[in-house]
């Protein structure tokens, strides 16, 4: 069972305008969500998070949306680059399980100039 | 810098071949992991390891083993290599159970 949904495989974005990413999880065990960025031929990397006792995370033109009573999170940037095409994946982790991440199966992101 | 070297960036092997799949970092992290990315799956974890010769399996642990004889090297083992093996494996390093995860480039792994 996929406990980290990310139902779109993939999302168009015109520069300067705004990218959402979804991401919807089952287990209300988790405590910590996070979201990495891959570029082709390489690793993943990590770009936010958030603790499940916040709602907001905020870093520059990435911001991070916990709902938990609806056990979803979105990503969004603002503005769009082309330099943000990327897969970008959304991860969770319980506490206490050695940092286990359980991982969504990624939404391809390509922001046209 | 923070670093996590994989020994090949493409591998290509026959069914029931043993395989080893190498993972360094230089950042003194406590936590290594292997993971397996493929499309439609994301990434699954396989095994990871929070010490020195301690193992944990993942969600995927099934046809792999892992070696960790050094704090710096974590070694992925397929025991005898098959089709459904075929992925993209990619090992991963943070400082304690908490903290973030660094991801070397990934071996791009074929078996024939």
Not at chain 2, 42 to 65: A, H, N, Q, T
Request: net charge neutral; hydrophobic share 30%; glycine share 6%.
């Amino acid at each position: 069972d996929q406990q980290v949904k990310q139902n779109s495989p993939s999302l168009s974005v015109q520069e300067g305008r705004i990218s959402i990413l979804n991401c919807d999880y089952t287990n209300s065990m988790f405590d910590y969500f996070l979201w990495y960025k891959k570029y082709p031929a390489e690793g993943p990397t990590f770009l936010i998070s958030i603790s499940s006792i916040k709602d907001k995370n905020e870093d520059g033109r990435f911001t991070v949306f916990l709902n938990k009573s609806a056990k979803h999170l979105s990503l969004h940037i603002v503005p769009s680059q082309p330099g943000d095409s990327a897969v970008y994946f959304c991860a969770a982790r319980i506490y206490n399980q050695g940092g286990k991440l359980i991982f969504g199966q990624g939404t391809e992101l390509s922001v046209k100039p | 810098d923070v670093k996590v070297t994989q020994s090949s960036r493409y591998l290509v092997k026959r069914t029931g071949e043993k395989v080893f799949l190498e993972c360094v970092q230089d950042m003194d992290h406590e936590n290594m992991f292997w993971y397996r990315q493929d499309p439609g799956l994301g990434l699954r974890l396989i095994y990871f390891s929070y010490d020195v010769k301690m193992k944990e399996k993942g969600d995927i642990p099934e046809g792999y083993s892992v070696s960790r004889e050094k704090k710096e090297r974590f070694s992925l083992i397929l025991e005898s290599a098959s089709t459904n093996q075929t992925s993209m494996y990619l090992c991963a390093s943070s400082l304690t159970s908490m903290s973030e995860q660094f991801f070397g480039p990934g071996t791009r792994l074929t078996v024939l």
